[in-house]
């Protein structure tokens, strides 16, 4: 395929400088495959579009306004495919309070929560805590990706923490789940596979995503019986096809008592030297060049 492929990626969250590195990795796969390709930033997007004249967009924006619906709502305006999830299944999945609902409500198993305004007295908040989730606790903005802002908090550091997250408004305060961590891929229809990660760090943290020095331990084939290992995977394409994701997600899990915690799905996982869905991938016996160019496939082919 002689395609021309506009990469987006950079932007201005807080992973940006993952979504350069993701936006590096495709291109540098696409190119050594024969096709023609521009990255572009967000705010270059009606610029590049109209110049270089792709036949699809390969999403590798990453966080706010890159996989919360905004970017897919523009992208729609243009009538051109683009990767990943479409605006409605990519704000749902971006929102941790209205897909814990969804979760919920399709019995599948997540750590209590409540939502929590920060005009509210703190010696409430300890209560509230105290009576429905009890310490550890985990705060965590609602619309944030790769662990950003997000604390492990005890009775004694939970107000210094929160303060700083305090400008978010809005935050999402969930029950500790310890155990452990294990991720799923689902590709299209297909349940792709789990890796399992032994961090060095307090828990799966954006230091230890993507600072190879944190020396987190990947483990692949996860030591769960194939029975558990298809529970698991059944619950990420369960979540998959509820919120209504297309292209590739990868599901959040703790496994703890022999139980499985589902606390997020990422809608446009990395696609960087140490992100999880080409390692899972790998390990399926599909290329990187093959996922990239199975991604794009499932672009092109959107209703």
Excluded at 84 to 106: P, Q, R, T, W
Excluded at 273 to 293: C, D, M, R, T
Aim: charged letters at 30%.
């Amino acid at each position: 395929m002689n395609k021309k492929i506009l990469i987006l990626s950079g932007g201005i969250s807080k992973e940006r400088l993952i979504s350069l590195d993701t936006g590096y990795q495709v291109a540098k796969e696409l190119k050594k495959n024969g096709y023609r390709v521009k990255i572009s930033e967000p705010d270059k997007l009606k610029e590049n579009i109209n110049q270089f004249k792709p036949t699809i967009i390969f999403n590798a924006l990453h966080g706010q306004f890159g996989e919360d619906g905004y970017i897919q709502s523009v992208l729609e305006r243009f009538k051109i495919p683009y990767t990943h999830s479409g605006v409605i299944a990519s704000s749902i999945a971006m929102d941790k309070e209205i897909s814990k609902k969804l979760f919920i409500k399709n019995n599948i198993n997540t750590p209590k929560s409540f939502t929590y305004f920060f005009d509210k007295k703190n010696v409430d908040l300890i209560k509230k805590i105290n009576k429905e989730l009890k310490f550890p606790v985990v705060i965590k903005p609602l619309n944030e990706g790769s662990s950003v802002n997000v604390f492990i908090c005890s009775r004694n550091n939970i107000i210094k923490n929160l303060k700083k997250i305090k400008h978010y408004k809005k935050i999402m305060i969930e029950k500790f789940i310890g155990g452990r961590e294990i991720q799923v891929a689902i590709m299209g229809n297909k349940k792709l596979g789990a890796i399992e990660l032994k961090p060095k760090r307090k828990f799966y943290d954006y230091t230890a995503k993507y600072n190879v020095k944190a020396k987190t331990k990947h483990i692949i084939p996860v030591d769960l019986t194939r029975k558990k290992l298809q529970q698991i995977l059944n619950i990420a394409f369960k979540a998959h096809k509820i919120i209504g994701c297309r292209g590739v997600t990868r599901s959040d899990f703790k496994f703890y008592n022999n139980k499985f915690y589902l606390l997020e799905i990422n809608t446009q996982p990395g696609m960087t030297k140490l992100s999880l869905v080409p390692e899972i991938a790998k390990y399926k016996g599909i290329s990187f060049k093959n996922l990239i160019e199975w991604i794009l496939k499932d672009a092109s082919t959107k209703k």
